[in-house]
């Protein structure tokens, strides 16, 4: 089970990782420092679908996007993330181009506490799209624990 990730899922309670992983989300946000629109949703479970038993492991994934505010704000705001996220616990794999064509700006980090993972990429709309930041912070792997009271 570990050579299949590098590592061994725990056993867990679902609520608890959600919960972690939307304050690592908000975190996230207030280390940007941009006043604009941010989508609404929260946290979601999903089963990791490969393997012998698709239902066994979870993840919790937080998708969400920062908008309406232009490029110079966005920029600064990558720029704020990439400089406050080591002094949050959090080491950064990535910070530059990512492999699409309009070579839009990619910040990979990862929680050292929690394993968790950050992917936030800067679109400026150079394909006529409100220009935006995408992020995602995920949990790693886990085995959802019975929960009190469900």
């Known amino acids: 089970m570990s050579d299949d990730f590098g590592y061994e899922p725990r056993v867990r309670p679902a609520g608890e990782v959600k919960a972690e992983v939307a304050a690592l989300s908000s975190a996230v946000l207030d280390m940007v420092r941009i006043k604009g629109r941010v989508t609404a949703g929260g946290p979601m479970e999903l089963p990791w679908d490969e393997g012998a038993d ?3 492991f979870h993840t919790i994934t937080h998708l969400w996007s920062l908008y309406g505010v232009d490029n110079d704000v966005l920029g600064r705001g990558m720029a704020a993330l990439a400089d406050r996220l080591p002094e ?4 950064v794999a990535k910070n530059g181009p990512d492999s699409s064509r309009n070579s839009n ?4 980090a990862v929680h050292m506490a929690t394993r968790a993972q950050l992917e936030a990429t800067w679109m400026k709309g150079l394909d006529g799209h409100e220009p935006l930041i995408t992020f995602n912070v995920h949990s790693r792997l886990f085995i959802p624990a019975e929960e009190p009271g469900l």
């Not at 949050?88 to 080491?91: A, D």
């Not at 700006?105 to 990979?108: C, D």
Request: glycine share 10%; charged share 35%.
């Open 54 to 56: 698709p239902d066994r």
């Open 88 to 91: 949050r616990g959090w080491t």
């Open 105 to 108: 700006q990619e910040i990979l």
